[in-house]
């Protein structure tokens, strides 16, 4: 059993507001702030130089990553924390192309994150070869996966809908077709149970700062399957990925295992405050926290859809089709949900009108969901959308 009282206690979020967008920013865990402040002071401070040995950082990103492995139903020594999910990407994608064989095709969706595209375009560009990115429509995915596809990249739960591919069939049928499976669990890890190793999938990262709270710009993470550890060349090397660093050869061998997936120097200060906010998973069953996500989902598109009638459901509706987050369209969606900010509910938005709201279940409970309800109700009576403070659009949504 997992005690969401005791998890939810774990956490510093301001008095008053409801925070709905832990899919994009987890909230800030209690004792993160104290575990770096002994790193700066502790470790940077007092150990110097010698803190990569005594206080092994260097084995900070393994370290790390076993901790995500257990969240991501991964065995041990498969996952390393480190560089953004963008970076760790364009290593799995060039590492997967790398043991693809004489294939070409790099197969995406269309409801695929678009930087994930950008990452995928700029690979293929800079291999050259011949290689290409096919984008299909998420429905079309499954028939176009054939004999000529070397790597499927997809991202697991859609950034928008919130729309779950279904990770086990997808392998399946990618393997079938003689293709290596690239999976993106940006939206997916800390959010649902995942199992990389029981769906066979090759490669996957994900992000540090979303549903684990590791903080903004927190170290992504790399899972790569052991077979492909062995031989698997991303287009991307650097000392710290190399079997020995500090013998200094000048010809580039890579490491066993995940660790030829680190290129440099791994950000100590970033990885403690990742490290520290993994200690709230500790004890947390995944299984109990999907069966609650549902049930705080379920109640909010009920409630929304019963009180908000202009708002229309985004996401799959059968909840077993749909990850931890639920999104509405509105076509004044970016001014009503600055109103709702304001109100103190934090969700965001995503062009052209999808507003986005992330269900924790660590830190929100059914009241976070009702009063949720209860405040964007009011926006919605009041027609809030058509202030113009609220229209006044900033960098990040
Ligand atoms: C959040 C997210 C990213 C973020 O990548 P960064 O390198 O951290 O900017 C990438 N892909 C997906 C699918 C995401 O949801």
Redesign the pocket.
């Known amino acids: 059993m997992t005690d969401f009282t005791r998890t939810r206690a774990l956490f510093d979020l301001p008095a008053g507001v409801v925070y709905l967008d832990g899919n ?1 920013l987890g909230p800030l865990p209690k004792g993160v702030a104290e575990r770096v402040s002994r790193t700066v002071r502790d470790e940077w401070g007092a150990m110097l130089i010698r803190g990569w040995n005594d206080a092994d950082w260097i084995g900070l990103p393994e370290r790390v990553g076993d901790r995500i492995a257990r969240l991501v139903g991964a065995p041990k020594g498969t996952v390393m924390a480190g560089d ?4 760790n ?1 364009f290593k799995v994608l060039t590492a997967a192309l790398s043991v693809a064989g004489t294939r070409r095709v790099v197969l995406s969706d269309s409801g ?2 678009p ?2 595209l950008y990452v995928a375009q700029e690979a293929v560009r800079a291999l050259g070869m011949g290689y290409e990115l096919k984008i299909a429509a998420p429905e079309a995915i499954e028939r176009t996966i054939d004999e000529t596809v070397a790597v499927l990249m997809l ?1 697991e739960v859609d ?1 928008r809908t919130g729309r779950l591919h279904d990770m086990k069939s997808l392998t399946e049928k990618a393997h079938k077709a003689g293709a290596i499976a690239v999976w ?1 669990l ?2 997916s890890a800390g959010a649902l149970p995942i199992d990389l190793d029981g769906a066979d999938a090759d490669f996957a990262i994900g ?1 540090g ?2 549903y684990l709270n590791g903080g903004p ?1 927190a170290p ?1 993470f790399i899972y790569c399957k052991p077979e492909w550890a062995k031989r698997a060349a991303p287009a991307l090397g650097g000392w710290m990925g190399h079997a020995e660093p500090f013998a200094f050869d000048l010809q580039y061998r890579p490491g066993d295992g995940i660790t030829r997936m680190r290129v440099g120097t791994p950000p100590i200060l970033s990885m403690a405050a990742l490290d520290a906010a993994l200690d709230v998973w500790d004890g947390v069953d995944m299984k109990a926290v999907r069966a609650r996500s549902i049930e705080l989902s379920e109640c909010f598109i009920r409630e929304v859809e019963a009180r908000c009638s202009r708002l229309e459901l985004a996401s799959p509706r059968d909840p077993s089709r749909r990850g931890s987050q639920v999104s509405f369209r509105f076509k004044h969606g970016y001014e009503t949900m600055q109103a709702l900010i304001a109100a103190g509910v934090i969700g965001d938005f995503r062009a052209p009108d999808i507003m986005r709201f992330g269900f924790t279940p660590l830190y929100l409970g059914m009241d976070d969901v009702l009063t949720a309800v209860d405040r964007l109700e009011d926006v919605m009576k009041r027609r809030l959308w058509e202030e113009p403070a609220y229209a006044v659009r900033a960098k990040v949504t």
């Open positions: 994009s953004s999910t963008s970076v990407l695929n994150f930087n994930d991202t950034y993106d940006c939206h992000c700062y979303k710009g992504a």
